[in-house]
């Protein structure tokens, strides 16, 4: 039963959907980006140099740097890994106040004192406080890896969740996970033991932001997935902007984990209100609990419904349940897995365009988040800006996505950010030019994963939409697992990841043209549907730009009450004589129309034959001639 042909009568996108999307779903993206990013701030390095030996405590601060650290003229900064070795006491004794600086020739060892760590910027940091420098620099990469290892595990987990047990629990697990290992950042011992909590922490991200994602798309009408994937994607660019000035206010990074993950516990009162998809229910068969909610969704809305509105719908589940070969009380229900994402040629091979096209971005969106810090200047000014690059994306999606179609706007935001990455090769030595490239870089990356996730949704039906989602983002966090990688190896060469994510970005964007448009299309339910949906597309529609809203809509299931009080599905058939339609075509609709009236009048003599047996009526009025009954 496909639920886009029943939201023009509950409402596509009234009141109902309005509070469900700005009082709970758009508050839904924070625990997503705030532990998505805050590590960078808890793990971030600052200026450090080796601790002076204990000789030189009374000598002024920057006498003993001078004295004891190497000073590297070119890059006009203290060696943060060596020092000098030679007496300093006896030589502060020979030359007294001319010392100014080390004796000609002196040797250098490593820190073998610990080091000091400057505050100005952190005044408490996880490098800081267990020393994860020099030789022990790559464990805050490790640490970052393992965030992204622990998000790709947890992202093909909750795919199941998600689809097995239903969107909303599958947002609560996880938030409780979230939370649980957030708060207990704050209070371990060793780095061993935060490395364990922010592993729990990762095993979330990004799959807590998939709920509310897939919950704002399942529950408005074709016209206004567009508005409320924007809509999600701004509050998620804000809740980056927030962190940065959360992060610039707490500077201590263990109440920096409390303050990103306290506020979020009032979010488990949203059980008692956050709903579970209607489309989703109906997709597995739970018609109780969906028309709970259906029936709440036209009343918040304004919408009056028949009498025998519901019962009709249910009636038409009935008939359709029957007609594709499954008994009306089945007690054992089909069950779906990632292998049904690939068993027919076409949904296979959207899935795999769509799995590389997420790889390719993720990759991209991370890896341009982490490079944020490294452009110079204040680590927090640059995220802050990182954040607002996103915004004016949206004034450019909002208009784009509905004229030029999914397609062209992936492709060309893809091509544009992937342009800029390769472009930052040649002006590595201009900051200003760099950071320019930068922002335009982040405009097309974030422009493209605003599109690629509702285009996504759009392709894969409903019963694999989660376990295809879920499939395709986290062959996505493969990316975060390594750029943080390539970060640490081209530490010399910083514009080397950002060549690399610009050519696969290129790559993603030539792809995203072999995928179907999915503009102004009805949403599939079923594997059959996903398989259908763009199987017999041409060269010309590939390269098809804009596409037109159609003229009519498809014929749709009316629920109707005669005199007589029975209740019937009323089949429309659209006249399509004056389009050109073969009358072959025609004939073929009509026959269907006539096969369920003759069902229906078989129904009707099982009825006035068998008073008292009505289910086994209307069993009886199924079986006809054909093998399967068409209900338009």
């Given at each position: 039963m496909d639920f886009?042909?029943?939201?023009?009568?509950?409402?596509?996108?009234?009141?109902?959907?309005?509070?469900v999307l700005w009082f709970l779903l758009l508050p839904g993206t924070m625990p997503c980006g705030f532990h998505a990013y805050n590590q960078l701030f808890m793990a971030s390095t600052p200026e450090h140099w080796c601790r002076a030996p204990a000789t030189l405590d009374d000598v002024p601060p920057d006498l003993a740097k001078n004295l004891s650290i190497p000073y590297d003229n070119t890059t006009h900064q203290y060696s943060r890994c060596q020092r000098y070795d030679y007496n300093i006491t006896q030589y502060l004794e020979e030359y007294g106040a001319a010392a100014t600086g080390p004796p000609p020739g002196a040797p250098v060892i490593p820190c073998d004192h610990g080091w000091v760590f400057s505050q100005d910027e952190h005044s408490s940091s996880v490098v800081a406080d267990w020393e994860l420098v020099c030789d022990r620099s790559f464990l805050p990469t490790l640490a970052l890896v393992l965030l992204g290892v622990s998000g790709l595990i947890g992202n093909y987990v909750f795919g199941y969740i998600q689809d097995g047990c239903g969107r909303r629990p599958a947002f609560f697990i996880y938030l409780v996970i979230q939370c649980a290992f957030g708060i207990g950042t704050a209070f371990t011992p060793s780095f061993i033991w935060w490395l364990v909590c922010r592993v729990g922490v990762g095993f979330t991200v990004p799959a807590i932001m998939s709920t509310p994602m897939v919950l704002a798309i399942e529950l408005v009408g074709p016209s206004k997935r567009t508005y409320t994937t924007v809509v999600m994607n701004v509050a998620y660019s804000f809740t980056l902007i927030l962190l940065?000035?959360?992060?610039?206010?707490?500077?201590?990074?263990?109440?920096?984990?409390?303050?990103?993950?306290?506020?979020?516990?009032?979010?488990l009162f949203f059980w008692w209100v956050l709903p579970e998809s209607p489309r989703w229910l109906l997709a597995n068969g739970r018609l109780d609990e969906a028309e709970k909610i259906m029936k709440k969704m036209a009343r918040v809305n304004g919408k009056t419904l028949p009498q025998n509105y519901m019962a009709t719908l249910r009636r038409k589940y009935e008939v359709e349940q029957y007609m594709a070969g499954k008994e009306e009380k089945t007690t054992t229900p089909r069950t779906y897995g990632v292998l049904d994402l690939?068993?027919?040629?076409?949904?296979?091979?959207?899935?795999?365009?769509?799995?590389?096209?997420?790889?390719?971005?993720?990759?991209?969106y991370v890896g341009l988040s982490y490079y944020a810090p490294a452009l110079g200047g204040d680590a927090y000014l640059n995220f802050f800006l990182a954040g607002v690059a996103e915004l004016p994306t949206y004034l450019f999606l909002w208009p784009s996505m509905e004229y030029w179609g999914r397609r062209w706007t992936l492709c060309f935001s893809m091509i544009v950010g992937g342009s800029a990455c390769v472009a930052t090769v040649v002006t590595q030595e201009d900051p200003t030019v760099t950071l320019v490239l930068y922002c335009v870089g982040k405009f097309g990356i974030s422009s493209s994963f605003v599109v690629l996730p509702l285009m996504a949704s759009e392709l894969y039906p409903t019963v694999v939409r989660g376990m295809g989602l879920s499939v395709s983002s986290v062959a996505g966090m493969i990316g975060p697992v390594v750029i943080p990688l390539i970060n640490h190896l081209g530490s010399e060469m910083m514009v080397l990841p950002l060549i690399i994510m610009g050519i696969l970005l290129n790559l993603g964007g030539v792809f995203s043209l072999l995928l179907p448009e999915t503009l102004h299309q009805h949403l599939p339910q079923t594997l059959e549907e996903g398989e259908e949906f763009g199987k017999h597309w041409t060269l010309a529609d590939y390269c098809t730009c804009c596409p037109k809203r159609p003229s009519s809509a498809n014929s749709r299931t009316v629920p109707t009450s005669y005199s007589d009080g029975t209740q019937e599905v009323n089949t429309l058939l659209s006249s399509k004589s004056d389009d050109g339609k073969s009358e072959n075509d025609l004939r073929k609709r009509s026959s269907q129309q006539q096969l369920y009236e003759n069902g229906r009048k078989s129904q009707q003599v099982g009825e006035e034959g068998n008073e008292g047996e009505e289910s086994a009526g209307m069993n009886q009025s199924l079986v006809t001639s054909s093998p399967k009954i068409t209900v338009v």
């Open positions: 886009d042909e029943i939201l023009p009568d509950i409402g596509e996108y009234g009141t109902y959907q309005r509070l940065a000035g959360v992060a610039y206010l707490v500077r201590d990074w263990a109440q920096l984990s409390l303050a990103t993950t306290i506020p979020f516990l009032s979010f690939f068993r027919s040629p076409n949904l296979c091979r959207k899935t795999i365009i769509v799995t590389f096209i997420w790889f390719t971005n993720t990759s991209v």
